[in-house]
């Protein structure tokens, strides 16, 4: 009988797997970004909840990340999953938060593939559009305890900043948790 590990993807495989970056726009992209996001809500609200206090209503966050057509899909957003060989292995968002400003939201890639260069180059092409769409900058937040989330963001270009009043979590946060959750998050920005 074979050992179970020997079925697995091993490093050297994942490494050597093409990684492409696809539009959602169509059933098996969206079903695939709505895995993707859920997974990744439930993981950061398990976390935030046990290192903050704070929660998050993770089925009406997916309902508007998918549903809602301006927040992330063209013209004014970008909307991407992540496939390496056969499987979708990442998501992540362009928002647009002013006329020359934009926001990444949802960046995830699944923790079997971290490494593999899947964040990467997701987020260079989320600013990549957004210089093409005539952004001037972007901006994210992200939960302190997503250290190696924030090397990512430094190493192409990304700074702290004071936050700002449209963040993401505005709109699923009471009033009385904001300072909260504003006091656990890291805020960012690139300008071009």
Known sequence: ????????????????????????????????AGLLITEYLQWLGGLATSNY?????????????????SKFYPPEGRFYVVRQGPDYVGVGCLKRLTPTIAEVQRMYVKPHVRGAGAGRRLVER????????????VRLESLKFLA????????????????????SMKDYQSEEKLDTYRSSAVFMELRF
């Not at 989320?126 to 900058?137: I, S, T, V």
């Not at 090397?151 to 449209?166: C, H, K, M, N, Q």
């Open 1 to 32: 009988m074979m050992p179970l590990a020997s079925t697995l993807p091993n490093d050297d495989m994942l490494m050597n797997t093409p990684i492409e970056i696809l539009p959602v726009d169509d059933d098996a992209t969206r079903d695939a």
């Open 126 to 137: 989320l600013l990549a559009d957004a210089r093409a769409m005539g952004y001037e900058g």
């Open 53 to 69: 206090g704070l929660s998050f209503d993770i089925e009406a966050m997916v309902a508007s990340d998918l549903d809602e057509r």
């Open 148 to 167: 190696a989330a924030h090397a990512l963001y430094r190493s192409v270009g990304f700074v702290e900043i004071t936050p700002y009043a449209d963040n």
